[in-house]
């Protein structure tokens, strides 16, 4: 299993472009999310999905879009990049229901100039 | 609303040192999910613990206790004769609801742990 896997890494963009990051995982989890990480602040969760078809907003979803089309992907969307969303991205799954581990990917470190 | 504090920014501990890194929670759920997560310096992010709310056993693992107590809406993490290994930033999480619903987390903001020579 490769677990969660991020793509891609790294990405600098310049202010008012848009790209999609990417989030697939293959162990057939129902429950999916993106959080963002930003020095002293923790993890804030983005968006996140109980299921394919199946999205919802978590704390911080301004800026973002995501969709949930198959169970393994969940890719989040940047519409209109802005230097606040200079951040480190990770995506997580789990089984569905409260208390479930949460699996991490590698996460994506993303620049805005 | 959750909430999760870690008021420990950072610590610096001597190799073989005993530490703590406290968590407090909030929560107006009687069903909640306490988690501690670890992350390298490397980044990715480590599981370590999940403990309900309906079981205030502490827990070892070797060198790694958590002591759970509801009454302080506390879940402080010890790590007993730290090495140089458990350099890391540390997080504590709170995940409420019943099995069902979505697992989202709230994470506190994290405590790094420097550990020296």
């Known amino acids: 299993n490769a677990g969660v896997t991020q793509t891609p890494k790294f990405q600098v963009l310049k202010t008012g472009q848009s790209m999609t990051l990417q989030c697939a995982q293959d162990?057939?989890?129902?429950?999916m999310s993106w959080y963002r990480q930003d020095p002293g602040m923790g993890l804030r969760l983005i968006h996140y999905?109980?299921?394919?078809?199946?999205?919802d907003q978590g704390e911080v979803p301004n800026g973002y879009n995501v969709s949930r089309s198959t169970t393994e992907d969940f890719p989040l969307r940047l519409l209109s990049a802005a230097p606040s969303q200079t951040s480190v991205y990770f995506c997580?799954?789990?089984?569905?229901?409260?208390?479930?581990?949460?699996?991490f990917g590698p996460g994506t470190r993303l620049t805005v100039t | 609303a959750q909430k999760v504090t870690q008021a420990q920014t950072e610590i610096s501990v001597v190799e073989k040192e005993d530490v703590t890194l406290d968590c407090v929670y909030e929560?107006?759920?009687?069903?909640?999910?306490l988690f501690w997560y670890k992350q390298p310096p490397s980044g990715e992010l480590v599981f370590l613990i999940r403990?309900?709310?309906?079981?205030?056993q502490n827990e070892i693992s070797g060198r790694y206790s958590w002591n759970f107590q509801k009454s302080t809406s506390s879940f402080n993490f010890t790590i007993t004769a730290s090495q140089v290994v458990d350099s890391a930033v540390y997080f504590c999480a709170l995940s409420v609801g019943w099995t069902g619903t979505a697992s989202k987390l709230t994470f506190g903001t994290g405590t790094r742990l420097q550990v020296t020579l």
């Open positions: 999905s109980v299921g394919a078809g199946i999205t």
């Open positions: 162990m057939n989890h129902e429950y």
């Open positions: 403990r309900n709310s309906f079981d205030e």
């Open positions: 997580a799954s789990s089984y569905s229901g409260t208390g479930r581990e949460q699996y």
């Open positions: 929560t107006r759920d009687t069903t909640y999910y």
